[in-house]
């Protein structure tokens, strides 16, 4: 998307961005279709400081409100949650990844769901969280290790 361009010619492909980017952190279609509309919201709300890296803008604000979705939904009492087990293994995963992603500094967290989740390259995450490339790199480099370390104890230890 061109920088400048209006929010009209943008939608469509901020729109896919934000799902996306939030369908990744959340697992669910519906709660990823909520997320990227609120994102799209509030960035044609805030579009004319967005437009200049309005796919950045929208990742982050994507990011943000999925994260936050997550974390309301962890808060609830332990009755609220189906008793039953999901039975696929891929489900599993992604909640212990999510989970493991909690665990993350803000600033790890933010560089490794917009680097490695949301597909962007270093020097747009960069331009999203307003840092150098090299911090970039070396908040990605720290989340990844302490992502492995929770996800695998056993590799983590050289077993």
Same mark, same amino acid.
């Given at each position: 998307?061109?920088?400048?361009?209006?929010?009209?010619?943008?939608?469509?492909?901020?729109?896919?961005?934000?799902?996306?980017?939030?369908?990744?952190?959340?697992?669910?279609?519906?709660?990823?279709?909520?997320?990227?509309?609120?994102?799209?919201?509030?960035?044609?709300?805030?579009?004319?400081?967005?437009?200049?890296?309005?796919?950045?803008?929208?990742? *982050?604000?994507?990011?943000?409100?999925?994260?936050?979705?997550?974390?309301?939904?962890?808060?609830? %009492?332990?009755?609220?949650?189906?008793?039953? %087990?999901?039975?696929? *293994?891929?489900?599993?995963?992604?909640?212990?990844?999510?989970?493991?992603?909690?665990?993350?500094?803000?600033?790890?967290?933010?560089?490794?769901?917009?680097?490695?989740?949301?597909?962007?390259?270093?020097?747009?995450?960069?331009?999203?969280?307003?840092?150098?490339?090299?911090?970039?790199?070396?908040?990605?480099?720290?989340?990844?290790?302490?992502?492995?370390?929770?996800?695998? %104890?056993?590799?983590?230890?050289?077993?």
């Amino acid at each position: 998307m061109a920088p400048g361009g209006n929010y009209e010619e943008a939608f469509d492909d901020l729109s896919t961005l934000a799902y996306r980017v939030a369908y990744r952190i959340l697992g669910s279609r519906e709660d990823a279709e909520d997320v990227a509309q609120e994102a799209l919201i509030r960035t044609g709300l805030a579009w004319r400081r967005a437009r200049a890296y309005a796919e950045a803008w929208v990742a *982050k604000v994507a990011a943000g409100l999925a994260i936050d979705l997550w974390r309301r939904r962890q808060r609830r %009492p332990a009755e609220l949650l189906p008793e039953a %087990p999901d039975p696929f *293994k891929a489900v599993e995963e992604r909640t212990a990844l999510n989970m493991a992603l909690t665990s993350l500094s803000r600033r790890q967290r933010e560089v490794v769901v917009l680097r490695y989740l949301a597909d962007m390259p270093e020097a747009r995450v960069a331009a999203v969280l307003r840092c150098s490339e090299g911090a970039v790199k070396q908040h990605a480099s720290r989340g990844l290790a302490a992502l492995r370390r929770q996800l695998d %104890p056993l590799a983590a230890e050289g077993a």
